[in-house]
């Protein structure tokens, strides 16, 4: 495990479960420098509930009154004008779309806590939603779910300069990483209170609700324990001959640069010729089958450019590394990871995307890609691979001119069957949501399936937080 991820997300429930990990193998960014998948005059997104095979439940629909009582709680956060809702209806890859008819701007803890007591009072399902930014369709509605966005609710509460400590909030149970103040939607968990999960209820709630994807609860507030920006950060980027070089890549930096190395990422040919060709971004090395980006923080510039330095040399003396490029200043560190953080807004850009977020063993991580190249043949655009080395983390992509059944068919269930003979996990970090939610039982066996779905139903008895997502529809 890399040194430098500054959060390492505790497990939902237990260690590994999909939907927990949220291993950041790279620096985080502003959600703006994500940039954008759609593009103007994209095709209208398909409705979810068209595409895929789902039913409503039998939740109540938004009345005159229900609106008059939410604009009672959040005065002017009561948002219906059906332009407005439209992109908070679709998700940031543009292929799944709900009918949400509300979207709510709540701004404090009270308010979220009121609306969901109404909420659950009236039996009206809720979709939390944040940035809308995640992978696998977790922040928009099905049907017409009512959008809960976090959007206005960006105070900074405190911030301790010297300790660097998160300060709790009122309820929230201590952790030494992060402590999360969070709203339950069911009356027998005293809604409209802070909710005190205390050591006899739950062994730690904040572990419970990390990594819930808004089936449980909603987090209001949360205090992180911020690490000092690091004074001296350097990226080289590389061009590998192969798969097996970028694994002794791998193992010789951690030897050579273990304690200020900060991040590896690998991206294969294919991914640099996408981002060259849809978002101009040149290669700064030769072309190679595959590359590494390498970034080390530390506190003493000249030591670690050193270091980074002996590094360089023995991984192109031995043939490791064919070529490569080192930045030490702002501009250029960002144009080097732009070419491995920006893969995904090229992808978007080629077609539809079939997109699959795995947890494999190193030394398996790139078979998939292949396997795949060889199964799909010309059905498929691309085929590509990616991803955080060091958290045993592949991006596969699968790119085609359209979305097709057949060739879904073809994808699934065998990335999963595959991934699962790996003993991997079907979900590395993106979560569950709406997409991953039926094929959770190839990574995580049927008892806790049953133990999730019986503590949902614990905390949200009506099932109106995020339904559809997260827990297989047949636990
Ligand atoms: C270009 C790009 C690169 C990415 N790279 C990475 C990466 O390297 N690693 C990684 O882990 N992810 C990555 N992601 C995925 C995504 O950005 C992250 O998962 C992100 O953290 C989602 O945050 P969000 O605020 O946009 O959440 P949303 O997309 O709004 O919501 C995600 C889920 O959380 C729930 N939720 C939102 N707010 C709350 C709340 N207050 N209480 C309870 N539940 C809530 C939603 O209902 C939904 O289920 C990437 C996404 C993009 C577009």
């Known amino acids: 495990m890399l040194p430098r991820r500054p959060l390492a997300w505790p497990a939902w429930l237990l260690r590994g479960v999909p939907g927990a990990a949220g291993s950041w193998g790279r620096p985080v960014g502003p959600l703006a420098r994500r940039g954008c998948c759609s593009a103007p005059g994209t095709p209208e997104v398909p409705l979810t509930r068209e595409r895929y095979p789902v039913r409503r439940l039998p939740f109540s629909t938004v009345s005159k009154q ?41 701004r404090t803890s009270e308010e979220v806590s009121h609306i969901l007591r109404h909420c659950h009072e009236r039996n009206l399902a809720v979709n939390p939603q944040g940035g809308n930014t995640g992978m696998v369709g977790g922040s928009v509605p099905v049907f017409d779910e009512i959008i809960l966005s976090t959007a206005r609710m960006n105070r900074v509460l405190s911030f301790h300069s010297v300790s660097g400590k998160p300060v709790p909030p009122v309820g929230a149970q201590e952790s030494p990483l992060v402590l999360v103040e969070f709203f339950l939607a069911s009356v027998c968990w005293q809604v409209g209170e802070r909710a005190s999960l205390r050591p006899q209820v739950l062994a730690d709630g904040t572990q419970l609700f990390i990594g819930s994807e808004g089936t449980l609860g909603v987090i209001t507030a949360v205090s992180i324990l911020c690490p000092h920006k690091p004074r001296a950060v ?13 694994l002794q890549t791998f193992s010789t930096c951690k030897g050579m640069l273990g304690e200020i190395l900060s991040a590896f990422e690998f991206m294969d040919a294919v991914c640099m010729q996408l981002v060259g060709r849809h978002l101009h971004l040149a290669s700064p090395v030769q072309e190679s089958p595959f590359y590494v ?27 490791l590394v064919t070529d490569g490029t080192m930045a030490t200043d702002q501009r250029k560190v960002k144009m080097l990871w732009a070419l491995r953080e920006r893969i995904t807004e090229a992808l978007s850009r080629d077609g539809y995307v079939y997109k699959y977020d ?46 097709s059944p057949s060739l879904l068919g073809a994808l699934e269930p065998h990335v999963y069957e595959w991934t699962a ?16 939610r039926d094929v959770l039982g190839y990574s995580k066996p049927p008892e806790v399936l049953q133990l999730m779905q019986q503590l949902k139903v614990l905390l949200d008895p009506k099932g109106i937080l995020n339904p559809y997502k997260t827990l297989p529809s047949q636990a």
């Open 293 to 319: 980006l390498i970034e080390t923080s530390g506190s003493n510039a000249g030591h670690d450019a050193e270091k980074l330095g002996h590094f360089l040399e023995h991984a192109l003396g031995s043939g």
């Open 358 to 403: 795995l947890s494999l063993p190193v030394e398996r991580l790139y078979d998939i890609v292949n396997d795949l190249r060889a199964r799909l043949g010309p059905h498929a655009k691309h085929v590509v691979g990616y991803g955080h080395l060091g958290d045993g983390n592949l991006h596969l992509n699968v790119t085609a001119e359209a979305f």
């Open 66 to 106: 229900d609106l008059a009582a939410f604009e009672r709680i959040v005065p002017g956060g009561v948002v219906t004008d059906p332009e407005a809702l439209q992109a908070p209806n679709v998700d940031w890859l543009r292929t799944l779309r709900g009918c949400s008819k509300v979207l709510l701007r709540p």
């Open 234 to 246: 350097n990226v080289a980027f590389l061009g590998c001959p192969g798969f097996a070089e970028v």
């Open 421 to 436: 003979g790996q003993q991997g996990s079907v979900s590395a970090e993106h979560g569950v949501g709406f997409r991953k």
